[in-house]
């Protein structure tokens, strides 16, 4: 199999790239890197010499002998390679635009904020407690839900852009199941609840839900 994905099964980022996989109707291998066990396996040198940022995703497509890190850069990636499945960007270029920029939103604005190294970091050098940590991961997640959901006032139907999917609800999925494992009240956004529920009807996003990846705990 050409396609492999390094990831893990609780990464958003990680979490991203499986639902556009499945989306696009690619077949892949899927590679798990612990993020905890052993100090970490993404910190191990045979994983440096694939992403030297220590982190997941790394997409590796053997047919091209091409590795890519970052998910959003990946999806895109898969977007314009693969005419299979869905497209996930759409052609109009200010459409396009809009999409990326609500999935950056969440990529680049809410996610790093609640990241695995920057809870570590929290924890070991500020000795912030688990619901110390929980209640940083909330309020960064309920800040950026609150502008996504004004947003979606202008954009949403049964999706983040009327009723095409896009790259948008290959990001937003990710981030609700993070903010339900922080406790964040989703009945504070109807809009990103419905577009939530919509997306888990589909069996590509089922697919890729964490707890039904093999590396699942």
């Not at 920057?118 to 991961?137: F, M, N, P, R």
């Not at 609700?176 to 964040?184: D, K, M, P, Q, S």
Request: net charge negative; charged share 25%; hydrophobic share 40%.
């Amino acid at each position: 199999m050409s396609i492999k994905l390094y990831g893990y099964w609780r990464s958003s980022a990680s979490y991203r790239v499986r639902i556009a996989l499945n989306l696009k109707a690619i077949a892949y291998q899927y590679v798990p890197v612990h993020l905890v066990k052993d100090g970490g396996e993404q910190h191990q040198t045979s994983y440096l010499g694939l992403n030297p940022a220590e982190l997941v995703p790394t997409l590796v497509d053997e047919d091209e002998d091409i590795i890519l890190n970052q998910s959003l850069a990946i999806i895109e990636y898969l977007d314009e390679k693969y005419s299979s499945g869905i497209k996930l960007l759409p052609e109009h270029k200010l459409q396009r635009a809009r999409v990326r920029a609500l999935a950056q939103d969440i990529a680049a604005d809410i996610q790093p904020l609640a990241n695995l190294r920057v809870l570590q970091h929290l924890e070991a050098q500020y000795k912030v407690d688990a619901e110390g940590k929980a209640v940083w991961s909330r309020h960064w997640i309920e800040k950026g839900f609150g502008a996504i959901e004004k947003r979606l006032q202008n954009t949403a139907g049964k999706y983040c852009f009327g009723f095409d999917l896009s790259l948008a609800d290959v990001c937003l999925v990710p981030q609700i199941y993070n903010a339900v494992r922080f406790g964040v009240d989703m009945d504070a956004f109807p809009l990103i609840k419905r577009i939530h529920e919509n997306c888990n009807k589909l069996p590509e996003f089922v697919a890729a839900l964490p707890e039904n990846q093999p590396d699942a705990q």
